[in-house]
Every structure is written in C-alpha cells, then in structure tokens.
C-alpha cells in the first residue's frame, strides 16, 4: 500500500496511549479497510521524559502541541489532551489549515460545537468526536446518521461510569457514597476532580451533545439542568428497591410538544426498565424513535482501550473522507428547538419526610400535597417512639408545584426535616 496519511496526537496519557497502541495492534487491517498506512508523526504532552509505555517514532514527542498542529508531516490531528484551552486553540487551527480532527473532548464540544461544526464545514473538513460520549459505545453515529430518517422522542443515558459504579455499590454492597466514590477513584473511573463525574457536569456535557443531535437543536452543556449524587442517601436506596426502583444518574433528552427538556438527576428507575440492568462503571443509551421504536446501547463508557476503540474508528472514517476529498454528514441544527423550563417538568415524585409521629401530622401533609395541586399515589410510614419517616410517591406532577409544596411542608411544625425529594421515571414517554 503506497498511500499514507500522518497523523499528530495532542496528549498522550490514558486514551492517547490507548490511541497508539491500537493503531499499531491493528495496523493491517486499518490500513486495508483506511485505504492508506495511518502513521504517527509528532505527539505532545506536557511532560516529555516520561515514559508512556508505548512505542512513538523517534523524535516525535514534543510539548509544543502548535508545532504539531503546523507540522508539515501532520495529515490529520487527534485531540485527546481534555480541557477547553488549549484544546479549543489547537482544533481551530488545525481546521483552518484544513486538517480533520478526532477529538474525544466532551466539555469542549458541549460548550464550543456549533462554533468548531462551523470552521469544520468552511474548511471542507471532518470533525469527528464519537469518543467524547460514552467511550466506546457507538452512539454519535446512529443519532446522526444511521436513525437520520427517524424521529427521535427521547434519549435516555446512564453517562457516567463513576456515578453509576458508586449507585451500584450503594445498592449491592450496602457502601457509604464515600467508600464508593473513594473505590471508584481507585479504580480509575473518576476523573481528576471527581466533582465533575458526582455533580453530574460530565453527564450534563454528553446530554447536551447527544441531545443536539437527537432534536436537531445547539444545546450548550449549561443548559442542561443538573442534579448530581451527592445528596442520594442509603435510605432513598433503600426505599426505591422497596416500591421496585434503582436510583440511577440519569442523562433524559426529550421532545415535549415544541419544546425539548434536556435534564440530568438521580432519579427512581423501575426495575424492569433495561437501564435498571446497567451495573458498575458501564454505561447505556436508551434511545425512542417513532419508527425504530426503542433502541439500547450498552457498553464500556470509559478507560484506554474502549475509548480508543471509538477515536480510531473516527480516524479511520475521516481519512477514507480525507483522501476522497469529501466529507462526512454535517450536524443540523434546523430545528432550534426552545428548551423547556424544569418547573414546567411532569413526572412523578419520591417524597421522604422525617416528622413527629402525633395525630394528625399525615393529614396535615396530604393537605399541603393538595394545596399545591400535587396528587398523592402512594403513602407508607416507618418509625420508632414519637418520630416516623413518611415515604410518598405522588401522581404526575408539575415540578413548579412539587417544589412549592417541598417549600411549605418544611413549613410544617410536625415536619422536622424533608430529606429527599427524587423524580420518579416510570413512563416510558413521560416529558
Ligand atoms: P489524561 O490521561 O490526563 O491525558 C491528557 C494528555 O494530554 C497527557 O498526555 C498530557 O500530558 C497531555 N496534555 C495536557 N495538556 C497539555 C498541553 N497543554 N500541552 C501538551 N500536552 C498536554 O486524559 P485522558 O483521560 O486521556 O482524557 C483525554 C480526553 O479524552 C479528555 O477530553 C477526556 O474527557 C476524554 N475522555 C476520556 C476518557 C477516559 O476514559 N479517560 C473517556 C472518554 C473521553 P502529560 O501526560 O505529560 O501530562
Ligand atoms: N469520568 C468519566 C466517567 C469518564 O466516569 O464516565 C468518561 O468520560
């Protein structure tokens, strides 16, 4: 095979490595099903006398990742460095001088995509970024090309490994949410600063993405609302596996008539759901569409190889683009649809309430459900001496009315505290 195409590989730590590792596993093959050798040429990290355990090219390591950008003998560039600067710096430039990029950069694209789709499509070049969602489940490429007949309704993910491995220990094991979230950092799954795995700005990130793709819609990361899973306790856990719930992080996507409502929580998920099998650090998109109905991806949602498995799959796919002078499928956003406020949300609720136990406290609070327009579905109390905990679940509630009634039942003499309140996912095209 004559023809070749040079690649340059801004960082190189955990995806990077895995990034130059299966290049050269699988050589022959990409090269074959490419249709030109894909070589690496220039790489940049920060620290360039570490050992990264793979074998570069003599010469090729550098910590000026712009002169990678520039480099004469650099065809096409993979961003795997993270962070917005000088990730977003690098990208712009690299498609100005009219070379792809395959980037695996969510908090970049969740808050700069229409912007680098925009220099992309003026240069006449790809920008790729299957990896930023999920690793390696392949989810960008059906939302815009293979379902690109369809109509999407709802897109429901588990996003986030490390809050999906820490749920699941909380469930299984009985853990605290400390020992889990310090297992899951041994692990490797969180990342550097867990907060944006627990707080759910990574989850929010990816919603925010696929969301765009789904609705046809520039969705911005901070757009989303965002819960994270700081506060779910062992009780609520306990609770949900009792009325035949899990508690997941869920990243929730969806149209409502004119409107699409992007959201990120923990929430109640019925058991039987087929998210609710999703254990541990993997992750899943749930996805309904009018005519190929309900849709699964499941699989790793992070670490080197499976990340790297989506960014060479990229690579692979802009350099076929690449040396037929064309390009891929465009992202649209036609549709600009609004995004709908969270208090205007209708879904069920978890309410738990730590009151005194005295006559008349439960008709004091399904008073104050009623007051505000909520409905209550289900109601148990649990307790010793003069002090209960009351679980309700209600009936589809607007979130704007929940909320008011959370306010004034912390009102309430009786109500000493209101310990959880957590949406309640049991409709398959709830909005
Ligand atoms: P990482 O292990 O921290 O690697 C980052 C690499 O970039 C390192 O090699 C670092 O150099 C280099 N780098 C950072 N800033 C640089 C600069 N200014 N100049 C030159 N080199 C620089 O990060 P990662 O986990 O591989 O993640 C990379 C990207 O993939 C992120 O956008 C992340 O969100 C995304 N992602 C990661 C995973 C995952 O499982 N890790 C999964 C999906 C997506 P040094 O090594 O010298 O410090
Ligand atoms: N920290 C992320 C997770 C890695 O836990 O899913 C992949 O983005």
Request: charged content about 25%; some cysteine.
């Amino acid at each position: 095979m004559d023809r070749e195409l040079r690649i340059g590989l801004l960082g190189c730590g955990t995806v990077g490595t895995g990034v130059v590792a299966l290049l050269q596993q699988g050589e022959e093959d990409i090269a074959a099903r490419t249709g030109a050798r894909l070589r690496i040429t220039r790489v940049a990290v920060r620290d360039t006398a570490r050992d990264r355990g793979v074998a570069l090219p003599d010469g090729a390591i550098t910590d000026d990742a712009a002169s990678v950008v520039e480099a004469d003998d650099v065809d096409l560039v993979i961003e795997v460095m993270g962070g917005r600067e000088p990730a977003g710096e690098l990208i712009r430039r690299a498609l100005e001088l009219g070379k792809p990029v395959v980037t695996a950069n969510k908090e970049l694209i969740a808050t700069e995509g229409p912007e680098l789709f925009a220099l992309a499509q003026e240069a006449g070049v790809d920008l790729a970024y299957e990896a930023a969602v999920a690793g390696a489940i392949p989810i960008i490429k059906p939302l815009k090309e293979s379902l690109a007949g369809d109509h999407i309704r709802r897109v429901v993910g588990i996003l986030n490994g490390t809050t999906n491995y820490i749920l699941t220990k909380m469930t299984e094991d009985g853990t605290t949410y400390e020992e889990a979230l310090a297992e899951a950092k041994e692990l490797g799954y969180a990342e550097a600063d867990p907060t944006a795995d627990v707080a759910g700005h990574d989850a929010a990130a990816k919603c925010a993405i696929v969301a765009s793709l789904a609705f046809d819609t520039a969705v911005h990361g901070e757009q989303v609302y965002r819960e994270g899973i700081e506060s779910v306790s062992a009780t609520d856990i306990r609770v949900a596996d009792r009325l035949g719930y899990v508690v997941k992080l869920l990243a929730i996507a969806s149209e409502v008539e004119d409107q699409m409502a992007v959201r990120v929580h923990p929430a109640f998920l019925p058991k039987d759901h087929p998210l609710a099998a999703v254990r541990d650090a993997y992750n899943a998109i749930y996805v309904e569409a009018d005519a190929a109905g309900e849709l699964m991806f499941y699989g790793h949602g992070a670490g080197a190889a499976p990340t790297a498995s989506a960014v060479v799959g990229d690579v692979i796919d802009v350099s076929r683009n690449l040396l037929q002078t064309a390009r891929g499928p465009v992202e649209s956003e036609h549709r600009a649809q609004p995004i709908r406020p969270i208090e205007d949300l209708q879904t069920q609720y978890f309410v738990l309430l730590d009151v005194d136990d005295q006559p008349g406290v439960l008709a004091e609070v399904a008073l104050t459900f009623g007051a505000h327009g909520v409905s209550i579905a289900q109601v148990w109390q649990e307790g010793d001496d003069d002090h209960a905990q009351l679980v309700l679940v209600t009936h589809r509630s607007r979130e704007g009315d929940l909320r008011a009634t959370a306010d004034a039942l912390a009102d309430v003499a009786a109500v000493r505290r209101v310990a959880s309140v957590m949406r309640v996912e049991s409709e398959v095209f709830s909005s």
